[in-house]
């Protein structure tokens, strides 16, 4: 195992796009309007830097926006390019590459956009900084960055890390088993918390609420959680910190305090 292993995002998302229902799209096109605090992306240009599924995109693409999507890895290319060409209408512009976040050259060739959207993305890329710089960067003055980084809990990082580093370092056919062990274990820790707070110790109504927020799965969280690796972290004064001396302003913020998951973040770019 080497610090370059790769997760295979994009074969999780062919996965998850077997579960894609109406519902799903509903959701999460509900999560986009809530998190930009908007009803409409109508004459907006939309650029998901690290579109996975492309679940994100075909929301923007839904509000009315005129969308970018880039990924790295070729199956979530083909992922996006599935659901544009299931559920994108003919009148809407949507171009989608494959491409890195960490290549500034091409991604200067996309030029810049009202809203830079990268979800749970740039902690992927092996050098998580630069890549932040190079996503703000696709802003336009007075546009919108939103993205959402792994919270950094010290040691409880430290310990996903290596969780991580043994997916990749066992044979590929026992990656399936280490999903389910860890994955499970996890699942019986949350369901003796709800005990103990005297609710319902079942995890449905978890993941139920995981589909009503952006529209995901339990399941293909789980694995893209215990594989993804490149994995960095952050706190969220770092990114609050790197942002504001590239001329970004907080405008609103979601953080997960000490625990797992990503912070997400809204920063406008000063016009200025
Ligand atoms: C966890 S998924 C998030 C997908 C999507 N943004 C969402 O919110 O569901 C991370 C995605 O980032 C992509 N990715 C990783 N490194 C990248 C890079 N350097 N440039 C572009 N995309 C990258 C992966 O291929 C994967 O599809």
Not at 110 to 121: F, K, M, P, Q
Not at 141 to 146: E, K, M, P, Q
Request: net charge neutral.
């Amino acid at each position: 195992m080497t610090e370059e292993a790769r997760f295979a995002f994009g074969k999780n998302w062919q996965s998850f796009l077997a579960e894609l229902d109406d519902d799903r799209i509903e959701h999460a096109i509900g999560s986009l309007k809530q998190l930009l605090g908007v009803q409409t992306l109508e004459g907006k240009r939309f650029m998901d830097l690290g579109s996975g599924s492309g679940l994100f995109s075909l929301a923007a693409h839904r509000l009315g926006a005129e969308v970018v999507s880039i990924d790295y890895d070729r199956f979530s290319v083909a992922c996006t390019e599935e659901l544009r060409e299931k559920y994108g209408s003919n009148s809407g512009k949507w171009e989608i590459y494959q491409g890195s976040v960490l290549d500034s050259g091409e991604m200067q060739q996309l030029g810049i956009a009202d809203v830079v959207y990268s979800w749970g993305v740039l902690h992927h890329t092996g050098a998580m900084k630069e890549a932040i710089s190079n996503a703000a960067d696709r802003t336009r003055l007075g546009g919108i960055f939103c993205l959402a980084i792994y919270n950094d809990q010290g040691g409880g990082s430290r310990r996903w890390l290596r969780i991580k580093r043994c997916y990749h370092a066992i044979p590929v056919w026992l990656r399936f088993l280490w999903v389910i062990v860890i994955a499970g274990y996890y699942e019986c820790k949350f369901a003796g918390v709800r005990l103990l707070r005297c609710k319902n110790p079942l995890p449905f109504g978890d993941w139920r609420e995981k589909r009503r927020d952006r529209g995901m799965s339990a399941w293909h969280d789980w694995v893209d959680w215990i594989g993804g690796l490149p994995f960095e972290v952050a706190k969220p004064e770092e990114i609050v910190e790197l942002l504001r001396k590239q001329g970004f302003i907080l405008e609103s913020m979601k953080t997960v305090g000490n625990g797992w998951g990503c912070n997400e973040y809204v920063f406008s770019k000063a016009e200025n």
